[in-house]
């Protein structure tokens, strides 16, 4: 059986060509519209998703608003159970991508 196409897709690969052709039209007319080394860069990066930083080590506290939200406890009694600010525990959560799972708690890539 050939594999058909839906009538979107063929619309999407004529409209992909079409795109790509003006592009390429445009860039000749208007050199300004050729993408620099850095936007080219920063999109092969995006595509190949190489990690990012490092994850942190956590500390103490860290690890103890983990377990905690990892019980599904909200921030704000997180905050009243260790004695800190709610901004702490989220500034925690945020700067150590909480929760962790178990097996990535202390990992560093």
Do not use: C
């Not at 009538?7 to 050199?31: F, G, M, S, T």
């Amino acid at each position: 059986m050939k594999n058909m196409l839906s009538l979107r897709e063929r619309y999407e690969d004529a409209y992909r060509k079409a795109w790509i052709k003006q592009v390429k039209k445009d860039q000749k007319d208007n050199p300004k519209t050729v993408p620099n080394r850095r936007i080219i860069k920063g999109m092969s990066l995006e595509r190949h998703n190489k990690g990012g930083a490092p994850k942190l080590k956590l500390n103490k506290r860290a690890e103890a608003i983990n377990k905690l939200l990892q019980k599904k406890i909200a921030q704000k009694h997180i905050a009243d159970i260790l004695g800190i600010t709610r901004q702490e525990v989220f500034e925690t959560k945020r700067r150590y991508n909480l929760p962790r799972e178990k097996g990535e708690i202390n990992d560093r890539r």
